[in-house]
Structure formats: structure tokens, C-alpha cells
């Protein structure tokens, strides 16, 4: 029965993870540019923020949803007690990620499908009377899922890894089965959605777009961007706490009409900073970073400045106020503008270095694990990239153990 469940957990986490980047990504595009024409009539971004962020209120309140939850945990197998766990439930999850990003959130879809993953999981393990094996399925199915998302195998390691940490916690080997359970849902999702892009002659959606190769090594400067990024990697968790903050205490209050006046201000800015940033800043990042590897070597220093602050505004209120979606494509965009900053500051060094430090940097830092990190980079990147990726961990690890010991010895003063 569980080589069964693996099948189908490969095959569905594959398929919705297909259409829904497809409507989150290709689909706001259309909306806010063929549809709504804000790429004619900049102005109109305001507008629209405005009018979507009502639209995603009416969501919620469609599918009896809170749009301000509180913090988690941040571990995955502390989210299973909290995934949704019927079909309604999980509908309303997709419904909600994709209205989302409809409206123009400065977020990934990888949030909205995490939360789908775990939610069909337990639905599954329930339906099949597979509780004992619950666990187990919900790795098998977060593995298919990032192992479709990132379009590489490799990303399968990550559910590897989690289970043998909480192996190791039980005192207890995982044994094989557990780990060609896992191996098979990633196998089956990986050739599935090969398969999809393949059949319907669509373009894969790489996280990280292609770079040209650097002309030296350019080692050194891979760390040392690393270790600056961090601090940008810092500088929005805190600016999505911030806003996080402030949206839990305006939930508290009680008067008639705050959701929408919520909904409202929030697309207002957000459509507000989206007419100060440019276009490019727009939606999730993953069509702002393509058009910067096309040309964003020629944007001014100043520009480039107003993109990274306010790319950090649009990911912080947008996350803060409840639009769902995740941080990696905003992550992506933010690297590759530090990386061109870098790029503009000091114009003699490796282009393909800064790039790949600041990319490599903030992901490690947003992520928290080197070694996590690194199955994405090694995932995400071409080989010929990885060691110049392999430097900026490490200087992103360096940053983030000297952070630790100031921490500490602020603490014991």
C-alpha cells in the first residue's frame, strides 16, 4: 500500500505544482499586463493593488479563512498538526495561494504548495488508514514537491535528511523502505513533470536563470558576498516580523470593517511601492529576475538601489499582511541586485561571481542550514557554478557565527 501512496503522492504533488505555478506566475502576468494593462499605463498599478487586495479579503472571508495567523514553528514535522487535512480545506489553501498571487503578492508560490503537500499527505495516511506511517508520507510528499519545483532530483535529499535527524532523535535507524519510499514519490514527481513541460511544450521554471561562466575564479569574492548578504538576508526576516507585528495588532482590534480596510491599505501600498520600483520589482521575483539577467547591467547605481529596498518592502508587507506565498523567488531577485550592485560598484570584478555570492548568500542565510542550502544550490545551479556557490556558504556560515557570538557576549554583559 505505501509503494501505492508514493505513486500517487509523486504524480499529484507534480501535477498541481504544474498548473499552479502556471496561474501564479504566467497567470498574474497576463492579469496585470495584457488583461489590466499596468505595463502601458504605470499609474495603474495603484489602482489595482488596491482593488486585488479587496479581492483577496473576499477570499477569505469565502472560504472562512483567517488571513493574520500567527507565527510557526518553522519545523516541518510540527506543521502536520496545523496542515489542512480535508479536501475543502486543502481546496481553499490552492484557492487562496493562487488568489494570492492574482493580486500581486511579492511572493513565491512554494508556501501555498508546501502547505498543499502536507495537507494531501495526512489526508491520504487518514483515508488509506495509514497513520503509523503518517510521518513518512508527509517527507515522501514535501520530497516530490521540491524535487518538482526545483525540476532536479536532488532535491530529494532534503526529505532524506529530515528523516534521519528525526531518526536520530528516536534512537532508531530509518531502515531502507522508509528511504525508497521517499526516493520513489521524488523519482515519479521528477519524471512527471518532465513529462508535462515536455507534452505541453512549456518552459521550465528555473529558480535561478542561467549565468555566463566567470572569467576567474573569483572565489574570495563569492564569500565575501556571501557574508555581506546575510545581513540583507537579516534585514527582511525582520522587516517581515515588523509588519508581521504590527498586522496581529491591528487584528486585535474590534471594529466593523477592519479586514477590508486591511485588504485595501495593504494592495495600496503594495501597489504604491510597485509604481516606485519599477516593474521590474513586481510579483514574485522569477519574471523581475529574468529581465535582470537580461539587462540589468544597464540599470544606474541609484536604481538599482530603489529596487533592492523596495523588492525588501513589497516581500515584508505582503508577507506581514497575509498574501501567501514564499520567500525564495523574492530571495532570488534580491541576491541578483546586490550581486549587480556589486557588479556597479567595482565594475573589474567577475560579474557570474557576485551574481552567484549574493544569490548563494542570502539563501543560505534565509534558509539557516549550510547543508540544506546546499541541496538547493546544487539543485539550482550548474555544476560549473557550484564551487563559487560552495564559497558563499561559507561566508554566509562565517557571518552567522560571528552574529552568534556577539549575540552571546551581549547577552552575558
Not at 505513486?7 to 498541481?16: D, H, M, R, S, Y
Not at 488571513?67 to 510557526?72: D, V
Not at 482590534?253 to 495600496?268: E, H, P
Request: charge should be neutral; aromatic fraction near 10%; include cysteine.
Amino acid at each position: 500500500m505505501l509503494w501505492l501512496i508514493a505513486l500517487i503522492i509523486g504524480l499529484v504533488n507534480a501535477v498541481v505544482l504544474y498548473f499552479f505555478e502556471i496561474v501564479g506566475i504566467d497567470g498574474t502576468v497576463w492579469l496585470w499586463n495584457d488583461v489590466l494593462q499596468t505595463d502601458t499605463y504605470r499609474w495603474l498599478v495603484i489602482p489595482v493593488g488596491l482593488a486585488l487586495g479587496l479581492v483577496l479579503t473576499a477570499t477569505f472571508k469565502l472560504v472562512k479563512m483567517q488571513r493574520i495567523q500567527k507565527e510557526s514553528s518553522g519545523e516541518l514535522l510540527d506543521e502536520i498538526d496545523e496542515s489542512p487535512s480535508t479536501l475543502k480545506s486543502i481546496g481553499a489553501v490552492l484557492l487562496v495561494g493562487a488568489v494570492s498571487l492574482l493580486a500581486g503578492a511579492s511572493l513565491g508560490p512554494e508556501a501555498s504548495l508546501i502547505a498543499f503537500s502536507l495537507g494531501i499527505a495526512v489526508y491520504v495516511s487518514s483515508a488509506l488508514k495509514q497513520g503509523s506511517a503518517k510521518h513518512l508520507i508527509v517527507l515522501a510528499s514535501v520530497g516530490a514537491l521540491l524535487v518538482a519545483f526545483c525540476h532536479s532530483i536532488v532535491m530529494v535529499l532534503v526529505p532524506l535528511l529530515l528523516l534521519f535527524q528525526q531518526s536520530k532523535k528516536n534512537a532508531k535507524r530509518p531502515g531502507f523502505k522508509p528511504v525508497l519510499l521517499i526516493l520513489l514519490a521524488g523519482v515519479v514527481s521528477w519524471g512527471v513533470i518532465l513529462y508535462l513541460h515536455h507534452v505541453l511544450d512549456t518552459e521550465v521554471i528555473e529558480v535561478i536563470p542561467a549565468l555566463p561562466p566567470s572569467h576567474y575564479d573569483g572565489y574570495l569574492l563569492a564569500a565575501a558576498l556571501g557574508f555581506i548578504t546575510a545581513l540583507f538576508a537579516g534585514a527582511l526576516h525582520y522587516s517581515v516580523k515588523f509588519v508581521s507585528y504590527a498586522a496581529n495588532h491591528y487584528n486585535a482590534l474590534t471594529f466593523k470593517g477592519k479586514n477590508w480596510l486591511l485588504g485595501a491599505g495593504a494592495g495600496l501600498l503594495l501597489g504604491a511601492l510597485y509604481f516606485i520600483g519599477g516593474q521590474d520589482t513586481q510579483f514574485s521575483g522569477k519574471v523581475g529576475t529574468e529581465a535582470l539577467a537580461e539587462h540589468g547591467v544597464t540599470f544606474g547605481f541609484t536604481a538599482l538601489i530603489i529596487m533592492l529596498v523596495v523588492k525588501i518592502a513589497t516581500t515584508a508587507l505582503s508577507s506581514g499582511t497575509g498574501y501567501r506565498g514564499g520567500l525564495v523567488f523574492p530571495s532570488v531577485f534580491i541576491g541578483f541586485t546586490i550581486g549587480l550592485i556589486a557588479y556597479k560598484l567595482f565594475p573589474d570584478i567577475s560579474y557570474t561571481a557576485a551574481i552567484i555570492g549574493s544569490i548563494s548568500g542570502i539563501m543560505t542565510a534565509a534558509v539557516g542550514s549550510a547543508l540544506v542550502a546546499s541541496i538547493f544550490l546544487i539543485a539550482a545551479l550548474p555544476v560549473e557554478h557550484w564551487p563559487l556557490a560552495a564559497c558563499a556558504v561559507v561566508g554566509t556560515m562565517c557571518f552567522m557565527a560571528i552574529r552568534k557570538l556577539i549575540d552571546k557576549k551581549t547577552r552575558l554583559v
